[in-house]
């Protein structure tokens, strides 16, 4: 019997899952179909519900509705409770799991695929909303050496800090170099820039944007120009998705092939 998962969002159609999923499947041999599903704004619940009695075994959740899978799901992982959201649901036994898995997504790219490890690092988060607050449990579970949020509005990484129980600075703040800075703020879909002196950038450092595109963001050239090696988004949408699949096939597909072909469609 083929298992049915699908990607559930508004806007969809966009969305790259529907590939990367068809992908590991092929690679890994198992027999799923994955589709994309666009849902009411106001209808994520009741169009869940619907897949569900239609046989759906899982599905990924993207914006704007992980914080309404948050809500919903029956069973919860620490890291999802810790993101307050949830990406990747399991139907199981008439119940609703949730997790989220971009975290491990970041971290998977950031050490398996850059090569870079994180125990003992120094890291800048720019942003305070909901891409910051998935990947910050799992960068310290990771052993990075000290975390900074930072954010246009002072008050929403404090708060945020607070509950991490790390520390946040305002921008202007943010003199000294770090090992890694990680741009998850949504400046770069308008092609803006969040306002960070440029003396964050050093030579060893690296600048990770959370976002894609065809070309390298503005935060990616402005850390270009000042010395840092750059890199993407696109490792963490493919490895989240490995994390998912992993969740509901127990097989761990290669991530590198994908990335590549997706890399090539851009
Ligand atoms: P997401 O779920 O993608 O994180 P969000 O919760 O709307 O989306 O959060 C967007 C983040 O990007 C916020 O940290 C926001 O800063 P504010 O809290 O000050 O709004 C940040 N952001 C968006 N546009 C920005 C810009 N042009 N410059 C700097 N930060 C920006």
């Not at 499947?25 to 239609?54: D, R």
């Not at 046989?55 to 914006?63: D, I, M």
């Not at 890291?123 to 990947?135: D, H, Q, S």
């Amino acid at each position: 019997m083929t298992d049915r998962y699908g990607v559930l969002g508004h806007p969809i159609a966009h969305s790259k899952s529907p590939l990367i999923h068809s992908l590991f499947a092929a690679q890994t041999g198992q027999n799923i179909t994955y589709g994309q599903l666009q849902l009411p704004i106001n209808g994520f619940v009741s169009g869940l519900k619907q897949l569900i009695a239609e046989g759906w075994q899982g599905a990924n959740v993207s914006l704007p509705f992980k914080t309404e899978a948050f809500g919903v799901a029956n069973v919860l992982t620490a890291r999802a409770q810790a993101a307050q959201a949830v990406n990747t649901l399991t139907f199981m036994n008439g119940l609703i799991y949730g997790d989220n898995t971009d975290g491990a997504g970041l971290i998977a790219d950031l050490t398996g695929s850059l090569l870079y490890p994180l125990q003992k690092k120094r890291v800048l988060i720019i942003g305070a909303g909901g891409a910051a607050r998935g990947v910050i449990q799992p960068l310290i579970d990771a052993g990075v050496a000290q975390l900074i949020i930072t954010n246009r509005t002072y008050e929403k990484s404090a708060a945020l800090a607070k509950f991490f129980q790390v520390d946040a600075l305002a921008l202007h703040e943010c003199v000294n170099s770090f090992d890694l800075v990680i741009n998850a703020t949504s400046a770069s879909v308008s092609g803006l820039l969040p306002d960070i002196p440029v003396s964050v950038f050093g030579p060893y450092t690296l600048a990770y944007d959370m976002f894609y595109a065809k070309e390298p963001t503005a935060f990616m050239r402005l850390a270009a120009a000042n010395g840092a090696r750059t890199a993407d988004g696109l490792g963490m949408l493919v490895a989240q998705a490995a994390e998912a699949f992993f969740i509901w096939r127990g097989i761990y597909p290669a991530t590198a092939p994908v990335l590549s072909v997706l890399r090539q469609k851009l």
